[in-house]
């Protein structure tokens, strides 16, 4: 038997228990290109959209018991599954955690609220420090991990707490301390488990000063190819650099593997052109990467999750 057929007789015999889990939709051999913003990703063994905290203990529980993999997909607008899907159960979230209210200085958030909705909540109760965040597409339980943001401020700096729902079911509060935030990462990839919902601390505001922020932040983006599929700024910038300026001055916008180019407009994002693949997302990487290295001497880091077929990191 190859893998794929083992894993998913793993599945098949606990199919049943996945599809009759209340408050959950299971979707079996689900192309995660549905699922993913560059519109990359071959078949998940089962992907469950799970709408309780009660069905996500309760899944993670069969998947513990059953000993099938999973992984969890927000937004999936910064992570580029594999061309050969994901052998195992991808998670993701709607229902119960999709909230966002305030709370005297605080927005408090579920895990699959869209950054647009905290960003309009902040704006309509007259809450500051948010604004730019205007134009991130993803979720709060997806931006997390990454830390996402501009170049200068990030979800992390806003950090109250975190809860958190371990492999093993138990509920806890993490604090920025143990998040360990810096500019694009945090410690939550590290430590696993499931964010379920987000305390942000922000600051009184007038309504009009926020709203005329989050305008100057939708401008700011008005260089980058939002109107085909991508996962934003594919490389972190360097200390004091920018990623793009470096791409660019490589001569590389316009590069293309396949029909994956490098956008003529943003040279940090690359673009699906139609029919693009994991596989030449990850070769245009690779010539950025040695490109710029050879030209300016800089190494750059990803800032996209690519993942195996098994979930690990690429
Ligand atoms: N630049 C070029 N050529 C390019 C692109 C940019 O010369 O092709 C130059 C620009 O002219 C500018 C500088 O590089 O002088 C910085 O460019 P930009 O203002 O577009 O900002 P960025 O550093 O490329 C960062 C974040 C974006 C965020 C914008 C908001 C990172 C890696 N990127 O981009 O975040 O939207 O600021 O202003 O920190 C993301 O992380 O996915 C993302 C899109």
Known sequence: MTPRMVESSILGAMREKVSGLPSALALFDEPLARHCSMGIGGPADVLVIVDSLDALRRLLVLCAENQVRWILVGAGTNMLP?????????????????????????????????????????????????????????????????????????????????????????????????????????????????????????????????????????????????NLPNVGCIFKNPPGESAGRLIDEAGLKGAREGQIEISPTHANFMVNLGGGTAANVAELIDRVRESVKDRSGVELESEVLMLSETGQAT
């Open 82 to 226: 594999s061309d050969d899907g994901f052998r195992g159960a991808v998670v993701k979230l709607s229902g119960d955690f999709n909230y966002v209210h305030v709370d005297g200085m605080d927005l408090v958030a579920g895990a699959g609220a869209r950054l647009s909705a905290l960003v309009e909540s902040a704006r309509a109760g007259g809450l500051s420090g948010l604004e730019f965040a205007t134009g991130i597409p993803g979720c709060v339980g997806g931006s997390l991990p990454g830390n996402s943001g501009t170049a200068s401020e990030s979800l992390g700096d806003r950090v109250v707490d975190v809860e958190l729902l371990s492999a093993g079911g138990d509920i806890g509060k993490l604090l920025p301390e143990d998040l360990g935030f810096t500019y694009r990462h945090s410690n939550l990839r590290k430590l696993g488990g499931v964010v379920t919902s987000a305390r942000f601390r922000l600051a009184a505001g007038e309504r009009s000063e926020i709203a005329a922020k989050v305008r100057m932040f939708a401008e700011q983006r008005k260089g980058q190819p939002l």
